[in-house]
């Protein structure tokens, strides 16, 4: 699992792909603007951080406990390429060290809130078994909700961060919205 993963975020080719998403993006929404853009980038980005929250940690927290699964790596994945789409989106993927930088970044990024969403989604996990001992049902419901929703919001704010960043704002001063 672990090649694999370092595989899909150090692939080079991602480059190409990122740049078409990107290209057909903007043919689809002409009159958009790149912030706009991003938010479109942002939200499909967590819709699928969502589900798959949603989808490993609902059977998780049905038997009670939450082994590391493919989540996190697909977490990083997304996480990595959302990161490398708003950088080229705000064109700051530029040759030599700085898109070095970019790259560094986005895969620190991606692992750090990765881990950090499932080490929350574990906690959900053992709190549900211990509050619910004898309703499985409700533990499964109730900890696929909490993952989706981890999930989610990990990959709006690390979007939102990433986009103020590129987009040369103060990342860390204003309002967020998570819809």
């Known amino acids: 699992m672990y090649a694999a ?71 990083v994945a997304v996480l990595n390429r959302l990161i490398l789409a708003l950088a080229a989106l705000y064109r700051r993927d530029a040759p030599g060290r700085d898109r070095l930088r970019v790259r560094t970044v986005g895969i620190a990024t991606g692992v750090g809130a990765g881990l950090a969403a499932d080490s929350l989604r574990r906690g959900v996990v053992a709190l549900l078994s211990r509050a619910l001992p004898k309703r499985p049902g409700a533990r499964a419901v109730a900890g696929g909700l909490a993952g989706g929703a981890l999930g989610y ?4 704010a690390i979007g939102n961060l990433a986009r103020d960043s590129f987009a040369g704002r103060n990342a860390w001063i204003g309002r967020r919205r998570f819809w």
């Open 5 to 75: 993963l370092a595989r899909a975020v150090l692939d080079e080719t991602q480059g190409a792909a990122v740049a078409e998403r990107i290209e057909r993006l903007r043919r689809r929404h002409p009159r958009a603007s790149r912030d706009e853009l991003a938010s479109r980038l942002i939200r499909s980005a967590a819709l699928r951080c969502g589900a798959a929250g949603l989808v490993w940690s609902g059977p998780a927290a049905f038997f009670g406990s939450m082994p590391l699964g493919p989540d996190v790596g697909f977490q």
């Open 153 to 156: 919001a990990t990959a709006v």
